[in-house]
């Protein structure tokens, strides 16, 4: 009887914690599939589905979950409204409508990141700065985008405007740099156009520089509005280590590292080859990657603004003196696509360029094992996957994959 009170007891500690870790928005919001689901049976059900998707192409080692897997969201987006009876509101989307959920405390968002845009949301009714009205194409303030350094701490943070003049700019920044000094840069982005796109094209830093810097294995990165980068710093540590040691340099390879963003990962892993070809569509990632590898005093590598599938296809083409280079082939090609995953253009070029190693990184394990049966079939042995956990309380599984060429 004892016993039984006593496994009562527990279970009812269960329960109530459970309970306290249900978000309250989490049936209007629609972003965290998983919330008030305890966090072990969360990482079961994304290790069962990456054993669904790939397991039967490799081994598929246990998933990298966090000690602490609230507020690790250090980018936060805000979209900014009027609710019905007039008061400023500022959250998301509600799932699958442009109705606007208001949201004070996210708990998978940067913490101080939500009392930022809570704040902002109590100066514009003094700054009389009207939320811009989706339906007319009126008003001012669209979005608040803030990003934050995990380990340096720095705060950036950018206000989407409908048009380029923000009434009493100075007296603005003064205000809410009182309320939070912590705050290193101010950016002012421009967003005329009726589009569902967050940011606009034009953007001017109206306190600080206009970027953050924020350090990730050992290197330091700036980051600018546009800029992409892991939104959880902590888990990328783990998915960029678990993928440079997948690549298996010896300080003799050439790695191309495609989709390369702001050159994290080929930076990562530059020490430890010959030589790194970051190419990346996006120019403004480009010119903070060129930056970044300064910042980093790494000289054995070079960005390319291009496709990467159509820059990897010339290589294979012209192996003598393909993109200004002289040296012939490809190590290691690093992919990390969109979560559709590599088109067949891509994948063939990658088959073309023949690598004795890929490191493939994914954000959808359905797309991942698509894209690995076309490699798997066309000379490539896939070795092994590890998942690992960069979006707790949601449905989305990052996994590494280590993939080589047969008969090297």
Same mark, same amino acid.
């Given at each position: 009887?004892?016993?039984?009170?006593?496994?009562?007891t527990i279970?009812?500690?269960?329960?109530?914690?459970?309970?306290?870790?249900?978000?309250?928005y989490?049936?209007?919001?629609?972003?965290?599939d998983?919330?008030?689901?305890?966090?072990?049976?969360?990482?079961?059900?994304?290790?069962?589905?990456?054993?669904k998707?790939?397991?039967?192409?490799c081994?598929?080692?246990?998933?990298?979950?966090m000690?602490?897997?609230?507020?690790?969201?250090?980018?936060?987006?805000?979209?900014?409204?009027?609710?019905?009876?007039g008061?400023?509101?500022?959250?998301?989307?509600?799932?699958?409508?442009?109705?606007?959920?208001?949201?004070?405390?996210?708990?998978?968002?940067?913490?101080?990141?939500?009392?930022?845009?809570?704040?902002?949301?109590? $100066?514009?009714?003094?700054?009389?700065?009207?939320t811009?009205d989706?339906?007319?194409?009126?008003g001012l $303030?669209?979005?608040?985008?803030?990003?934050?350094?995990?380990?340096?701490?720095?705060?950036?943070?950018?206000l989407?405007?409908?048009s380029?003049? $923000?009434?009493?700019?100075n007296?603005?920044v003064?205000a809410?740099?009182?309320?939070?000094?912590?705050? %290193?840069?101010? *950016?002012?982005?421009i967003?005329?156009?009726?589009?569902?796109?967050? $940011?606009?094209?034009r953007?001017t830093?109206? +306190?600080g520089?206009?970027?953050i810097?924020d %350090?990730?294995?050992?290197?330091?990165?700036?980051i600018?509005?546009?800029s992409?980068y892991?939104?959880?710093?902590?888990?990328t540590?783990?998915?960029?280590?678990?993928?440079?040691?997948y690549?298996?340099?010896t300080?003799?390879?050439?790695? *191309?590292?495609?989709?390369?963003?702001?050159?994290?990962?080929?930076i990562?892993a530059?020490p +430890?080859?010959?030589?790194?070809?970051?190419?990346?569509?996006n120019?403004?990632?480009?010119?903070?990657a060129?930056?970044?590898?300064?910042r980093?005093?790494?000289?054995?590598?070079?960005?390319?603004?291009?496709?990467?599938?159509m820059f990897?296809?010339?290589?294979?083409?012209?192996p003598?003196?393909r993109?200004?280079?002289?040296?012939?082939?490809?190590?290691?090609?690093?992919?990390?696509?969109?979560?559709?995953?590599?088109?067949?253009?891509?994948?063939s070029?990658?088959?073309?360029?023949?690598?004795k190693?890929?490191?493939?990184?994914s954000?959808?394990?359905?797309?991942?094992?698509?894209?690995?049966r +076309?490699?798997?079939?066309?000379? +490539?042995e896939v070795k092994?996957?590890?998942?690992?956990?960069?979006?707790?309380f949601?449905?989305?599984t990052?996994?590494? *994959?280590?993939?080589?060429?047969k008969?090297?």
């Amino acid at each position: 009887m004892k016993e039984q009170k006593e496994h009562q007891t527990i279970e009812k500690e269960k329960n109530k914690k459970n309970t306290a870790d249900f978000c309250p928005y989490a049936k209007k919001c629609g972003g965290c599939d998983y919330q008030g689901m305890p966090y072990e049976k969360q990482l079961k059900k994304k290790q069962d589905f990456v054993r669904k998707n790939v397991g039967d192409l490799c081994k598929v080692h246990p998933i990298i979950g966090m000690d602490n897997p609230f507020h690790y969201r250090n980018k936060v987006h805000a979209v900014f409204d009027i609710a019905k009876g007039g008061t400023i509101i500022s959250g998301v989307y509600r799932a699958g409508t442009h109705e606007v959920v208001n949201i004070d405390d996210c708990r998978i968002e940067d913490e101080k990141a939500d009392a930022i845009i809570r704040d902002i949301r109590g $100066l514009l009714r003094s700054f009389k700065i009207k939320t811009y009205d989706e339906d007319t194409g009126y008003g001012l $303030l669209r979005h608040v985008l803030i990003r934050r350094g995990f380990s340096s701490g720095e705060i950036m943070v950018v206000l989407v405007l409908g048009s380029p003049i $923000l009434p009493s700019k100075n007296n603005f920044v003064k205000a809410l740099r009182k309320l939070h000094p912590e705050i %290193t840069t101010i *950016v002012i982005n421009i967003n005329e156009k009726r589009t569902s796109m967050v $940011l606009g094209e034009r953007e001017t830093a109206i +306190y600080g520089k206009g970027y953050i810097e924020d %350090t990730l294995c050992g290197c330091t990165f700036r980051i600018s509005p546009k800029s992409f980068y892991q939104v959880n710093p902590v888990q990328t540590e783990a998915l960029y280590r678990t993928a440079v040691a997948y690549a298996g340099l010896t300080g003799k390879e050439r790695i *191309v590292d495609a989709y390369c963003g702001i050159g994290t990962l080929g930076i990562i892993a530059a020490p +430890y080859a010959k030589e790194v070809l970051g190419v990346e569509l996006n120019k403004d990632a480009v010119r903070d990657a060129v930056i970044n590898a300064k910042r980093n005093n790494i000289k054995n590598i070079r960005f390319y603004q291009a496709d990467a599938g159509m820059f990897m296809t010339g290589m294979a083409k012209e192996p003598g003196e393909r993109n200004g280079s002289n040296a012939a082939g490809a190590d290691v090609v690093f992919m990390d696509p969109p979560r559709a995953g590599s088109d067949e253009a891509f994948l063939s070029s990658v088959v073309k360029l023949a690598p004795k190693k890929v490191v493939y990184i994914s954000c959808n394990p359905e797309t991942l094992a698509r894209d690995l049966r +076309y490699l798997a079939k066309r000379g +490539y042995e896939v070795k092994e996957c590890q998942p690992v956990d960069m979006f707790p309380f949601t449905g989305h599984t990052e996994c590494v *994959v280590g993939i080589q060429r047969k008969h090297i």
